[in-house]
């Protein structure tokens, strides 16, 4: 199946700094990709849908200043939270469709901690 | 407001059995459905997935069944092994545009 990859796969990070997580497709073109968060026993919540060479779309409640994403090329999108606080400390995955179903592949996540 | 429950948390069945996790919804746009296997600290992985055309998907030992009236989907596992312990989340999308996915069941397969 495609291979998605995230990097860092745990980041451990100060209060009021900013961090980057990066998204890359690694055996095909990704158009779009999808950026989720999970918290503990919870649902995937999707934070934004990011598509290349344009702005991405955001869901209600999600401040898109605060987690800015850019998806410069077709195998990489990155998510910044910026100016972390701890209520960010989340596990942020990210994902793509690659073919012509609606099947999702998932990267491995990453776990974000702020203290 | 969520749009896919799973009301079970948790379920366990005792290995060579079925197991059968069950996902609602209330969106009746939703046109296409999915579940997806989770380990901890992993991202989701792709189980089996259906299309509001069909009723049944069968994939292996995974079976989806889709009751769109009782806006209804049931994921069956048999012979459920001890590897197939996970959390296992259904998704559901309104033609591939956005996808919103229940809390997840937890299952654990006793050998």
């Known amino acids: 199946g495609a291979v998605v990859s995230q990097h860092p796969s745990w980041v451990i990070c100060k209060s009021g700094t900013s961090v980057k997580i990066e998204c890359r497709s690694l055996?095909?073109?990704?158009?779009?990709m999808f950026w989720y968060r999970q918290f503990p026993k919870q649902s995937l919540m999707l934070m934004a849908t990011?598509?290349?060479?344009?702005?991405?779309?955001?869901e209600q409640g999600v401040e898109k200043d605060k987690f800015l994403i850019n998806h410069a090329s077709l195998t990489l999108s990155t998510l910044t939270v910026t100016s972390a606080h701890p209520e960010d400390s989340s596990f942020y995955i990210c994902?793509?469709?690659?073919?012509?179903?609606?099947?999702?592949?998932f990267g491995p996540g990453t776990r974000l901690t702020v203290t | 407001d969520q749009q896919v429950k799973q009301n079970s948390p948790s379920l366990s069945v005792q290995e060579g059995r079925i197991s059968i996790l069950n996902c609602d919804y209330t969106?009746?746009?939703?046109?296409?459905f999915l579940w997806y296997k989770k380990y901890p600290a992993e991202g989701p992985t792709f189980l089996i997935s259906?299309?509001?055309?069909?009723d049944k998907n069968e994939d292996g030992r995974f079976t989806v069944f889709l009751n769109k009236s009782a806006k209804h989907l049931s994921l069956h596992i048999v012979p459920s092994q001890p590897g197939d312990s996970a959390v296992y989340f259904c998704?559901?999308?309104?033609?591939?545009?956005?996808?919103?996915f229940g809390t997840g069941t937890s299952l654990t397969v006793i050998p």
């Open positions: 994902s793509t469709i690659p073919g012509q179903t609606y099947e999702q592949y």
């Open positions: 998704a559901a999308s309104p033609r591939g545009n956005q996808f919103y």
């Open positions: 969106n009746s746009m939703f046109d296409y």
């Open positions: 055996d095909f073109q990704a158009t779009t």
């Open positions: 990011s598509n290349e060479g344009s702005k991405a779309t955001y």
């Open positions: 259906i299309s509001s055309i069909k």
